[in-house]
C-alpha cells in the first residue's frame, strides 16, 4: 500500500492534470502508470521527475531501447519491484527482445559480482 | 593499497598464467590489469571471472559497446571506483562517444533517483 | 512471512517481557510492533537494538521529527519496505506533513542521484 | 582523476557559462564546485541537476538545514566522498552544529541497521 | 510475478533438462527451485550460474554452513527477499541453529551501520 | 581528510578516556584505531558503538573469526574502504587464512550477483 493515495485525473487539481495530460500525449496512453499517480501528492516533484524522463529518456546518443536496458539494469541492481517491472515493460514495447533483456541482466549480475571483489580486494586503479 | 598483493606473470603458477596468456590473447593486450593480478591469489576465482567475463561481455544479442555502458551504469550505482575507471576505458576503446558515457551516467542518476522514489512512496505495480 | 515466528508477550520469556513493557511504557502502545516480535527470537539483539532506538531517537541536538525523515530517506535509499512504512507512520504521529515528508523523499532521491553522478564521473574533492 | 576534464569558465561555452554564473549569483561564491565544472562535460546534465538542486533544497515545508542533513545522511549510506564531504560543508555553512551532524550520522547508521534486521527477518509489515 | 515465465522440466529444452538434472542429481532433490526455472528462459545465464554455485558453495577452506551464512548477511544487506528466504532454508538443511542465523544477522546490521559511520565520518585507514 | 579531528588519548574528555581505556584492555592494544579517534567528537556514538561491538563480536553460536568473515563479505558489498582494510586485518590476527579470506569474497560475490538475478527477474518466493 503506497504512503499516500493515488491521485486519479478526475480528483487533481490544474497543475497535476496539465502533467498527466502531457504524460498521456507524449506516451499516447489513456492513462498514467501509478508512478505518477502517487508523485501527484507533491505537484512540484510530479512536475521536476516528469520533466527530467522526458529529457533523459529521449532518443539521443543512445536510442531509448539502450536508455531502458540501462534502466532496468540499475534497477535490478537497487532492487527497486516496481522500476524492474515497468521498464521491463516499456523495453519490449520498444522492441526489446527476451534475449536483450536476459543479456542487460547478465552484465548487471556481473558487475555487481566484479564491484564486490573490486572493492573488496581494494584493486589499485591501473596507471 | 590492496589486501592481498598483485601476482605479475614472472612469479604465477602454471594455473594463473594459462589465465593470463587467454586474457593477452583475447584481448591482445601486452599485460593483464591489477584486477586480474589481484584475484590470481585465488585461482579458482581468478579463472571463474574471466571465464565470465568473456562469456557475458562477447557480442550477442547486445554489441559489447552498450554492454560496457550497463557495466559503467551498475558501477557507478554500486560507487566502485576501480570498475567505473576501467569500463569508462573499455567503452572509449570500443568507440563510445563522451555524449555516449554522459547519456549512460544520467540514465543511471535517474534510475536511482526514481527507484528511491518508487520504494519511499511504495508505489503499487500496475495492474 | 518472516524467517522466525512472532513472539508475542503471552509466549515470551521474562527477558523478552521486559523489553516488551518497556517499549509500551515509553511509547505508550498497548502492543509491540511487529519488528520486536520477530527480534524477540533472539533477545540479546531485541535489547541491544531497543537501548540503542530509544538513545539514538530521543530528542537531543535534533528533534524526533527530523530524525524520523532521516530514517524515511535512508529507508528508501535501501528499498525497505517494512521502515518506510513504520517510521512514515511514526514521522506522522510526531506531527509530519505530507509536505514534509514529500520533501524528505526529494531530497533523498535528488542525493541518490548525485551521488551516482559524483561517483560515475569520479569527481575529485574541492580544495 | 575524473573520467572527463574539469571545465573552467575560461574554456566553457556560452550555456555553460549561464549555469555557472547562476550558480555564483545564488550561491555568493567567487567560483563554481568542481562537481559543476565535471558535469559542464555534458551541458543538458549540468543545466538539468542544477534546477533540481536549486528547486529541491530550496527553503520550503522543511528548512535548507534539515534538507542538508538528510543529504548527508543518505549519501554516507550510499558511501559516495564527494557528497558527504560537500554536504558536511554545507550544512556547517547553512548553521548546523557538530553535535547535529553527529545525530543525523547517528540516525542515518541506526536505520541502516535495522534496515538489514527487518529485510534479513522478512519482518511483516504491521496491520 | 516474474518477468518471464517458469520453465518447467517438461517444456525444457535439452540443455536446460541437462542442468535442470545436474542439479537434481547434486542436491538431492525431486525438482527445482523457482529461481532456476526463471533463468532457463536464458540458458546460458542458467548454466553459467549454477556451475558456480556448485564450485563456490562447495566445501573448501570454509564449510558450507559457514557459506551459508556468509550469503544470508550480503543477501539482507542487499534486501534480497528471494536470496534471503532461500538461503535461510539452505543453512538450516546444512545444520545451522536460530542463534546462528540470528547471530549472522546480528553481524551484517552491526556492518552496515559501521560501513556508514566510517564512510560518513571519512575515517582515514590507520597505518 | 575525515570531516571531524581524530582525538587523541591526550586531549579526550574523562567519558571517551574510559571507553578507549576499555578498548585498550580488551583488545590488548596500544592505541586504538582511527574510527574511534574519530567517533570520539561525538561520546554518545563512541561508547554504544563499542558495546554493540563487544557484544556482536564475542564469541558465541558464532565463533569470532566467522563473525569477522561476515564483516568483510558485508563490507565489501557496501563499499567500505575502512571497513574491509580494518575487518581483514582482523580476520587475520585470529587466524584466517588467505584462502579463508578468498572464499569469503567469493560467496559474498556471488550473492551480490545471484540477489540481482533474483530482483531483476522477480523470481517468486518457492512455496
Request: charged fraction near 20%; aromatic fraction near 6%.
Amino acid at each position: 500500500m503506497p504512503i499516500m493515495p493515488l491521485i486519479e485525473y478526475a480528483g487533481a487539481n490544474e497543475e497535476v492534470r496539465a502533467v498527466f495530460d502531457d504524460i498521456k500525449r507524449t506516451r499516447n496512453v489513456e492513462d498514467v502508470n501509478n508512478f505518477w499517480k502517487v508523485l501527484a501528492n507533491h505537484p512540484p516533484t510530479l512536475r521536476q521527475v516528469w520533466e527530467e524522463v522526458k529529457q533523459v529518456m529521449a532518443p539521443g546518443a543512445l536510442d531509448p531501447l539502450t536508455k531502458e536496458l540501462i534502466y532496468i539494469a540499475v534497477s535490478a541492481t537497487n532492487g527497486c519491484e516496481y522500476c524492474t517491472t515497468t521498464h521491463t515493460a516499456s523495453a519490449r514495447s520498444k522492441g526489446a527482445t527476451e534475449a536483450q533483456i536476459a543479456e542487460a541482466l547478465a552484465v548487471a549480475a556481473l558487475a555487481n559480482k566484479t564491484n564486490r571483489l573490486a572493492n573488496g580486494y581494494r584493486v589499485p586503479v591501473d596507471a
